[in-house]
């Protein structure tokens, strides 16, 4: 598949793994699937083979020998485990600059290494609660969508981190429908799917049983899915979130909407606890995420599995090939 164009990967926290998985998933892909890094090349393991470029297409001519570093200077060296306060403003720079690059036309998506929120508030006063809020406001975009996919499943959670006591009161039919809607738009622009069919979980077991375990079902869920199929949507439920994840069933839709974050990435943690991949659909640009945090209880050990990173570095390309194809 041609490749006009790489992927920019954020440098995430210095402190964090990102660094190593980011050597790690270039060893393995190289010039098969070329990207570049952006983040001080000083937080590079020692030793690490690394090409500084001046502009995101050199890493086409520099990936087969090293990884291409899109340089962005820290303030201070990285202590694997121990965050910084001074770099939390860099790291918010490095995102935000990747976005700049993606929406200038030089990088095919964005891929973000794992942030520490709690890291940037206290460093930086970082005002969203994480990666998505923040894409969503340098987008413009009021709405956006996570969806967590491997090769055999993609989930979208509606509500997400949020009390399981709040999902009830949070659980809107617009937030629904808009989580729908923007869920099939995804799915047949970034990923090629035509006439994409979605499978909507109940909120409460068995689906409320017709009233019996709960009315959400039946008030909110019901009228919802009626009102998209009307319009021509493949949506079917509301179905019982426990037998909707079983091969014959996953072989039946594109996507699982889901009404909580357990509901969603249970089985899909389950089925591919290292490749699976954050995605976040609404965004006038792709972006794609390893599944997991800053992990610094192993950072600067060497042990980092990289895999959802690669997964997530594929799958960014995939869904630019996609795109461009329209």
Not at 163 to 177: G, H
Request: aromatic share 6%.
């Amino acid at each position: 598949m041609p490749r006009t164009l790489p992927v920019a990967l954020t440098c995430g926290e210095p402190a964090g793994i990102g660094p190593e998985i980011a050597v790690k998933a270039w060893e393995h892909l190289r010039a098969r699937l070329p990207f570049f890094w952006i983040g001080d090349p000083a937080h590079l393991p020692q030793g690490a083979p690394h090409q500084l470029i001046d502009a995101p297409e050199d890493a086409f001519s520099v990936a087969g020998h090293a990884l291409p570093v899109l340089a962005h200077p820290f303030p201070a060296a990285a202590v694997p485990g121990t965050p910084t306060p001074q770099n939390a403003a860099a790291v918010i720079e490095v995102i935000a600059r990747a976005v700049q690059l993606v929406g200038r036309g030089q990088a095919a998506a964005v891929c973000t290494a794992p942030i520490s929120k709690k890291a940037l508030k206290d460093g930086a006063g970082f005002a969203h609660p994480g990666h998505t809020e923040y894409l969503a406001h340098l987008a413009g975009v009021d709405r956006v969508v996570m969806m967590l996919a491997c090769p055999d499943l993609r989930v979208v959670p509606v509500t997400i981190h949020v009390a399981l006591s709040e999902v009830p009161r949070l659980l809107t039919a617009e937030l629904l429908s808009d989580t729908i809607r923007i869920t099939h738009a995804a799915l047949e622009r970034d990923f090629g799917i035509e006439g994409p069919r979605m499978a909507v979980a109940g909120l409460n077991p068995h689906a409320g049983e017709g009233g019996a375990m709960g009315f959400e079902e039946i008030d909110r869920i019901a009228p919802v899915i009626a009102a998209l199929r009307a319009e021509g949507y493949a949506v079917s439920g509301p179905l019982p979130a426990d037998t909707m994840f079983h091969p014959a069933a996953r072989a039946k839709y594109d996507a699982a909407i889901c009404m909580y974050h357990d509901q969603a990435l249970i089985p899909i943690k389950t089925l591919d606890f290292a490749g699976g991949v954050n995605i976040t659909l609404g965004l006038p640009f792709i972006r794609t995420s390893p599944d997991h945090g800053t992990a610094f209880d192993i950072a600067g050990t060497g042990v980092a599995d990289p895999s959802s990173l690669i997964a997530a570095l594929r799958m960014a390309t995939d869904m630019a090939a996609a795109r461009a194809s329209e």
